[in-house]
């Protein structure tokens, strides 16, 4: 009996621990769950969903911290989860390009300190890719000389006028929107909303609603999305796009100086981009962390494509949906 019992635990034991590994597997190189953390892609996606990331949409991208707890990020109770004592080179198989509105799962390019695959997760949505140019103008981004299509989950700062408040609350009640951050400031209120959801309210009580603009109308810019073997010439005007991108890049190696380029003591007349990079921007604009804070995102800090929503943290029920 002892016998039969012993054998009973080691076939679990064997069960377990053959089951741990297929899934290791399968969050590693196929799929990985992913809680939303932020409303930064509200209300494509709501703080609390919980969605899938396929980590084969762009190609998969082999693991680099190799001394890591399993099923942790990058802590556990507080404590680092990982040692970067060895760390493999980033390598990508089977790469594909992503493709403009995607929804991307990526690494923050600027914590440098850290290994890239422990670094801050962030989503957010692709607008342009290599070798596209784009034209910031009056606050309005123009792709290829055409102006980008902004989502209608585009959250938005509107004003309300006061005596149409309660007649505003009532919409929001009777067409289920999401009531967001409603502030008074003096006899001014405002209401946070999506250009869809203020579209229908305006619907039910035109001129109900005006949009406040936070955008810097006085600046106007144009810049390329660099790509892999792409050269530009070093001047002052290169070197302030894509100074970053070549620290990230060249690491320790670069140096500048009085508007210079150096990489190993060497100065360069001309530099070589070793990745493709993207430019990648949030639907709510007001509470956001993508290309306009960060700069150009390269391909080896991409995860995945943000594919399935299992659960729904505004109806606070699962489901299986297709996010395509």
Known sequence: MPSKKKNIYIFLSKVTIITLLIVLCVRTFWVEPYTVSSVQMETYLTEGDKILIDKTAYGIRLPITILSIPFTFDNIFGLKAYSSAIEFPYKRIFEKEILRNDVVLFNNPTEIEKPLDKRSLLLSRCIAI???????????????????????????????????????????????????????????????????????????????????????????????????????????????????????????????????????????????????????LSDNTLNSTDSRTLGFIPLKSVIGKARFIWYNSLKNSFCFSSLD
């Open 130 to 280: 290599p070798g596209d140019s784009v034209l910031v103008q009056n606050g309005i981004f123009l792709i290829n000389g055409k102006q980008y299509a902004v989502s209608p989950d585009v959250i938005g700062e509107y004003i309300i006028k006061p005596e149409n408040i309660d007649n505003i609350l009532g919409i929001i009640e009777d067409q289920d929107i999401t009531p967001r951050s409603i502030m008074q400031q003096s006899d001014t209120l405002s209401i946070q909303l999506s250009k869809l959801e203020a579209f229908i309210i305006n619907q039910y009580l035109p001129d109900s609603l005006s949009l406040i603009n936070k955008i810097d109308t006085t600046q106007s810019y144009q810049f390329s999305i660099p790509s892999r073997g792409n050269i530009v010439n070093i001047d002052a005007r290169s070197l302030i796009l894509y100074k970053q991108i070549i620290v990230q890049e060249q690491g320790e190696k670069a140096k500048f100086t009085d508007g210079k380029l150096f990489i190993n003591g060497k100065e360069q007349a001309k530099y070589s981009f070793e990745d493709d990079y993207y430019w990648m």
